[in-house]
């Protein structure tokens, strides 16, 4: 967004709890601070991008803070839009402790119980958004999906695709597709990687030098994904226009079909999906 001119420097506060991911938004001309809440208090876009496990007590911290005029994106994998409207399960436990020992006070209790499962931990209708990015966002190549919360409308929609189109291709999606969208892109990502490293390691085996083989690696990938997009083909066509018979790709993909390579991949993305839809819980 920054090298795309989308947003000046000069607007964005980046927060974090100590210095060492802070110079980089420095070295761009950022501000930065140690204290989210001023975050919260002179901006109102707020991307939370911590690791899932933290982003409950960042929620908890900033909440005072929250008010209508906010734009809560989240980032974090596998945090539903619900949990971001919902109080800690923890928080439940500690109520039915509170329950247990105040029985005098049963019924009122009971009452705060069933109303507590839609109690939010942001304020009832913050405007959040949760996003999925891929790394490829810091070369403007990225691939990012999104969705509404209850509370955000068409112009908040409008302005995150707006911000994020600077960063790659972004979609607003259902929400049940994001965690999906994680294994297929979020993670799929690293897969690309190891396909890259294991092209390239193929070819030193052969005998060439190992930088040349890696930005030839890289070229290949950008190639055959640059042509998957402009023809708007399907791969397994753009497969067969590269396969002579008994030439040598059919040799070769051959191999692939032995060591299942298909089958792996989609064994990949499923596990990735599997363990976002998990990560919450942890
Ligand atoms: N790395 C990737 O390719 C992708 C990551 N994500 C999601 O983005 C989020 C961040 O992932 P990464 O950038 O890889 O992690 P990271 O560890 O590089 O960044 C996390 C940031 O959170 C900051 N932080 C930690 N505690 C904090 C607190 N209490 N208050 C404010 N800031 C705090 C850290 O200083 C750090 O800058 C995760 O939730 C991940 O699921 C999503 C898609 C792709
Ligand atoms: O590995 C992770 O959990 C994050 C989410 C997608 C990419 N990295």
Same mark, same amino acid.
């Given at each position: 967004?920054?090298?795309?001119?989308?947003?000046?420097?000069?607007?964005?506060?980046?927060?974090?709890?100590?210095?060492?991911?802070?110079?980089?938004?420095?070295?761009?001309?950022?501000?930065?601070?140690?204290?989210?809440?001023?975050?919260?208090?002179?901006?109102?876009?707020?991307?939370?991008?911590?690791?899932?496990?933290?982003?409950?007590?960042?929620?908890?911290?900033?909440?005072?803070?929250?008010?209508?005029?906010?734009?809560?994106?989240?980032?974090?994998?596998?945090?539903?839009?619900?949990?971001?409207?919902?109080?800690?399960?923890?928080?439940?436990?500690?109520?039915?402790?509170?329950?247990?020992?105040?029985?005098?006070?049963?019924?009122?209790?009971?009452?705060?119980?069933?109303?507590?499962?839609?109690?939010?931990?942001?304020?009832?209708?913050?405007?959040?958004?949760?996003?999925?990015?891929?790394?490829?966002?810091?070369?403007?190549?990225?691939?990012?999906?999104?969705?509404?919360?209850?509370?955000?409308?068409?112009?908040?929609?409008?302005?995150?695709?707006?911000?994020?189109?600077?960063?790659?291709?972004?979609?607003?999606?259902?929400?049940?597709?994001?965690?999906?969208?994680?294994?297929?892109?979020?993670?799929?990502?690293?897969?690309?990687?190891?396909?890259?490293?294991?092209? /390239?390691?193929?070819?030193?085996?052969?005998?060439?030098?190992?930088?040349?083989?890696?930005?030839?690696?890289?070229?290949?990938?950008?190639?055959? /994904?640059?042509?998957?997009?402009?023809?708007?083909?399907?791969?397994?066509?753009?497969?067969?226009?590269?396969?002579?018979?008994?030439?040598?790709?059919?040799?070769?993909?051959?191999?692939?079909?032995?060591?299942?390579?298909?089958?792996?991949?989609?064994?990949?993305?499923?596990?990735?999906?599997?363990?976002?839809?998990?990560?919450?819980?942890?």
């Amino acid at each position: 967004m920054l090298s795309r001119g989308k947003v000046p420097a000069s607007s964005i506060l980046a927060s974090a709890p100590s210095d060492k991911n802070l110079d980089t938004w420095r070295e761009s001309g950022c501000r930065t601070t140690h204290c989210n809440l001023e975050v919260l208090q002179e901006s109102t876009l707020v991307f939370l991008a911590t690791k899932p496990h933290v982003l409950p007590g960042v929620l908890q911290e900033i909440r005072p803070a929250v008010g209508p005029h906010h734009i809560v994106v989240s980032l974090a994998a596998g945090v539903t839009l619900q949990t971001l409207q919902r109080v800690r399960f923890l928080l439940l436990l500690l109520l039915l402790l509170l329950l247990l020992l105040l029985l005098l006070l049963l019924l009122l209790l009971l009452l705060l119980l069933l109303l507590l499962p839609f109690a939010p931990l942001l304020p009832a209708g913050t405007k959040v958004l949760r996003l999925m990015p891929n790394l490829p966002c810091v070369v403007q190549a990225g691939a990012m999906v999104f969705a509404r919360g209850s509370g955000a409308g068409d112009g908040e929609a409008a302005l995150l695709k707006s911000l994020l189109s600077s960063c790659g291709l972004c979609e607003e999606v259902p929400e049940s597709y994001i965690n999906i969208h994680t294994g297929l892109s979020g993670s799929g990502v690293a897969y690309v990687y190891l396909f890259a490293e294991a092209l /390239a390691e193929g070819a030193v085996k052969m005998g060439m030098p190992g930088g040349l083989a890696s930005r030839i690696a890289a070229q290949t990938l950008l190639g055959a /994904a640059k042509m998957m997009l402009e023809t708007g083909e399907h791969p397994a066509k753009l497969r067969g226009d590269v396969c002579t018979p008994g030439g040598t790709t059919i040799h070769a993909l051959h191999q692939l079909e032995k060591g299942a390579l298909r089958a792996t991949v989609m064994n990949a993305v499923e596990a990735a999906t599997n363990r976002a839809c998990d990560v919450a819980e942890d």
